[in-house]
């Protein structure tokens, strides 16, 4: 339940909201061609997809805003490739265009969310509702962005705690998702209700998982990504998702307040960990918990309780990015070149991009997961497949080493920082090692168990050969021929022929068959430290191998 507004609470002057879900798709049926460029199955609907490519902001040069311009110059060269592409290449090969395609869709205008039973709806404008592709990756990341003016802190609180939830956690007494809204709204532009959420709908939850072994979604975000489909229901759909992450969605949030320095530290503590709402006077967690607080999720470069004009301060926990500044001061709210402008484009590609290196880093070791456990060594199709599917997946991921991964974004000392905090909680650098070692104990594998049939190869062909040099040495000596058949009829000849044909490939293939207890004998027989007896019963167990006994 929500806690009770206070008069005195503090306003939300502005609040806007960007939730983020990165979600895997799931990969065509074994084989199929891998799918490198998903959007296009998109395009391939039609008019009936909601989903519509956007331009970028390289279109025109007398439509390029200066807040264009610094939001492209924010970055380092080889994140502005991957963000823009390269104009002057876009029919060549290599980067191109850029790797990321965005669609959007705009049926949706307004959302109306009901947090619980004895709180009035609140109603968000919708500012976008858009879907990320990447090239050659089984990731897309839905983000969806929404704004509300004056709000009680309280609410804007709960509104954080609650409305990114995919699924419930847990059900109420009265039925209701628990730390879930009550209900959510997808509205058009003329007010009709497009889909509406089904928390409380424990039957199906509980039924699905029993059933999949996988959670389901509520209606309201399984109703935004269509035509997509969830994995494991019988919704028909052009892209089967599943979901890779926690089941709260990573979001940035922005606050907008009359006095900053007002706010006190447990309303600080609530707005960058995203818990529950709770009185300013006290604190969501222990004091010994949030002993560090300020020096582990708190950016103050920009704020100093004891002087006005610092009054911007960045909060961040790795799955939440929060701006608080004052509502008053104009680079703070300017949409254009202010802190606002910078919050919706520059904070959210950082954002953006360190969701989507956690998100295909998790995707790679499942990959790796699934590829383990389907391999059945006994089976040489299972080994056949596994050697396939681990090249495939050693391939993306030197792929997305040098497309895709990179541990600086910008040379701009806050943008720098704040994407160094970020990755930081978000701890993708020690993921990235973990996954590269186990791709290379992967590969190492795959190349160690190659020698080993090279070497077993070897040895039977020694041993053949070694065979054969008997044969050889003993009929050809000096050019001898111990049967002079020259003057034979052909028929004769072709007779001959054959029958040492036969004989000849009997030999080698009973050779071949016994060459690994065959290579044993050839190294006793040359090994000094053996007795005579000891070699000849080598050679025995060649012939006569006693049987186990059944267990």
Known sequence: MSQPVSQNAPIVRHFRQILLWPLQIMRPPAGEPHISKYWELLEAVGDACPWREVDDEFGH????????YKEFITFLPYVQRFLYGEGSRAGQAGYGKSPIRVFRRRDISRMRVILDQQTPPLLFQVAHVDLHFFYDLDIIILAVEFFANDLPLLLVEDVLFKVGRTYPGFWEADGQGGQCPYRVEWLSASGETLAVSDYENRRKYLHFVCQNRTPNISAHWEFLLRPLALYNTSQEGVIRYRQIEYHRMPLLAYVSVN????????????LALITKAGPSDTLPYSEAELAHFEQQYC??????PTNPALSSRY???????????????RFFADPETGLLGQFRHQYFLVNLIAHFHKATLMLFSEWLVMAISQLEIRDMDSVKSFKREIRRVMETFLRFTHRYWFHEVSNQAQARDLFRLLTGH???????????????EMNQYLDSDGLRRQANTVVRLTVVTTLGLIATVATGFLGMNIFDEADNPIWGKILIFFGVLTPSVLLVIYAVTKSKALSDFLEALSDDRLRWRDKWGVLFRVFYRPREPRR
């Open 315 to 329: 909060l961040c926990c790795g799955h939440a990015f929060v701006v608080v500044g004052k509502a008053s001061e």
């Open 299 to 304: 950016y103050d470069k920009f704020w100093d």
């Open 61 to 68: 040069p007398e439509d390029f805003q200066e807040r264009h």
């Open 259 to 270: 006095d900053p320095q007002a706010l006190t530290r447990g309303d600080f503590a609530r």
């Open 426 to 440: 978000l701890d993708t650098d020690r993921i990235y090692e973990d996954v590269s070692a186990a791709v290379k």
